[in-house]
């Protein structure tokens, strides 16, 4: 079975005010006289999603017509973020930018982040209306309380799991007080690694994650849970999946 977008080809593991993480984010230039270099996760995925950036986009651009489960979650998101009228949403792992466009369809003004300078300009080339930005979210260039709502579709799932406490930091950091985010990922408890993907040579790890865990972990960064869905794998169609599917909503507390 072709694996899907994002398991091309997952590990386990009360709320308070966004966790101290949130002070101390990832630097490429150190933070104060402490020189830091750049972590082999954060290389290998640049540069892996830099390699399949256009196969990419052929393949998965038209994903989301086979998941009205998917679109529904989205949907269900954008309204929320609406409703909340907090601000802007940010699409963290953006990638090509598709699920951005489909936010932006949906009236939420959306922009798109993405640690991979090569899936920002297929974004940029593909929506030029919308805006793309080269960026990680373990250092989000985003000032404190500017978002109404943060998406982190497939993309947390490339972090190790000692470094999710402060990716979730930086997203409880840059929303506004009841402002949301929504997370989609695969649920498992195994990580898999990936020497090729599209037909590129890559570098990647792509990690399972159970939903209570990933839940748990929100809430240390101080986000509340508000929804969960998990969805059994299209087996089916264009985009077989082997795994059940989990998308989180949480809330920053207002
Ligand atoms: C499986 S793709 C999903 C892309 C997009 N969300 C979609 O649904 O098409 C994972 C994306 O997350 C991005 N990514 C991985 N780690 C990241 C990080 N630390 N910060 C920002 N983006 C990251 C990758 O560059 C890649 O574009």
Known sequence: MRPTPFDWPSVPGGT??????????????????????EPDFLRDTRASYDAV?????????????ARPLDRGMLAGFAEVVRAAGAGP??????????????????????????LSPGMI???RRTYPGLRFEVGSM?????????LGGLLAWYSVIHVPDERVPEAFAEFCRVL???????????????SVHRSEGLGHPVALDFRRRR????????GQAGLEVRARLLREPDDDGDFPERDQQAFLLAR???
Not at 17 to 28: D, E, V
Not at 89 to 114: E, H, N, Q
Not at 211 to 218: G, I, R
């Open 252 to 254: 920053k507390p207002a």
């Open 138 to 146: 373990l250092a989000l260039d985003l000032p404190d309380a500017s």
């Open 89 to 114: 949403v940010a699409d963290v792992g953006c990638g090509t930018g598709r699920v951005t466009a489909y936010l932006d369809g949906l009236g939420v003004p959306a922009f798109g982040i993405d």
């Open 53 to 65: 950036a256009t196969a990419y986009a052929e393949r998965f651009g038209d994903e989301l017509d």
């Open 176 to 190: 506004a007080p009841g402002g949301l985010v929504l997370l989609g990922f695969q649920v498992g408890d195994d």
């Open 16 to 37: 308070r005010p966004c966790s101290a993480w949130a002070l101390r984010p990832y630097s490429p230039c150190g933070i104060g006289s402490v020189a830091m270099t």
């Open 121 to 123: 300009e297929v974004a």
């Open 211 to 218: 939903p209570e865990w990933v839940a748990e972990l929100l």
